[in-house]
T-cell receptor, first 110, second 113 residues
Framework: EDQVTQSPEALRLQEGESSSLNCSYT??????LFWYRQDPGKGPEFLFT???AGEEKEKERLKATLTKKESFLHITAPKPEDSATYLC???????????FGAGTRLTVKP | NAGVTQTPKFQVLKTGQSMTLQCAQD?????MYWYRQDPGMGLRLIYY???????DKGEVPNGYNVSRLNKREFSLRLESAAPSQTSVYFC????????????FGEGSWLTVV
């Protein structure tokens, strides 16, 4: 069965303190790995899609990378407005839907 | 630019009552989905519709029914609500096929007492 595990569950950073969030997965036939940001009381907002090992995508202070077993979301010099829950999801095999991890709740203190 | 629109935003039901969550998308997507989100469990797929006229069960379909009314609309029905169905429900849509991004609505908060 496809599994997606995110760590840590929660992460507290000081403004400017860079760190990484992890998403490990066990699936057969990865079609895509997706990162979303979710603010309290809102729906998930799409950030990145990665399709193959070695691929990297960047957006402002965020950089997503992918290996054959895991993905990292690197946050460089975070700001308080980066505080949110970050969700990882995979699409694999013949399934059109996504399997989500439980998320990492990021808090950035000024 | 509405994207995916869900109604209602909030609902309180008594055990045994029925209700329908409505969803519409204006992105001309073929595929639509209903997920539920519970603390510590992530988003779990209830039902999806790969294209108009088709629906399939997801990971947690028990207690729910769906209707793909047309290409734009996909509704989720709770026939006899139970406290275990207290959750946040998200409708989503995507282009048909693999590797396409799924776009989410703002969510519907449902409490069953």
């Amino acid at each position: 069965e496809d599994q997606v595990t995110q760590s840590p569950e929660a992460l507290r950073l000081q403004e400017g303190e860079s760190s990484s969030l992890n998403c490990s997965y066990t699936v057969s036939g990865l079609r895509g790995l997706f990162w979303y940001r979710q603010d309290p009381g809102k729906g998930p907002e799409f950030l990145f899609t990665l399709y193959s090992a070695g691929e990297e995508k960047e957006k402002e202070r965020l950089k997503a990378t992918l290996t054959k077993k895991e993905s990292f979301l690197h946050i460089t010099a975070p700001k308080p407005e980066d505080s949110a829950t970050y969700l990882c999801a995979v699409q694999a095999g013949n399934n059109n839907d996504m399997r989500f991890g439980a998320g990492t709740r990021l808090t950035v203190k000024p | 630019n509405a994207g995916v629109t869900q109604t209602p935003k909030f609902q309180v039901l008594k055990t045994g009552q029925s209700m329908t969550l409505q969803c519409a998308q204006d992105m001309n997507h073929n595929s639509m989905y209903w997920y539920r989100q519970d603390p510590g469990m992530g988003l779990r797929l209830i039902y999806y519709s790969a294209s108009e006229g088709t629906t399939d069960k997801g990971e947690v379909p028990n207690g729910y029914n769906v209707s793909r009314l047309n290409k734009r609309e996909f509704s989720l029905r709770l026939e006899s609500a139970a406290p275990s169905q207290t959750s946040v429900y998200f409708c989503a849509s995507s282009e048909e096929g693999f590797g396409n991004t799924i776009y989410f609505g703002e969510g519907s908060w449902l409490t069953v007492v």
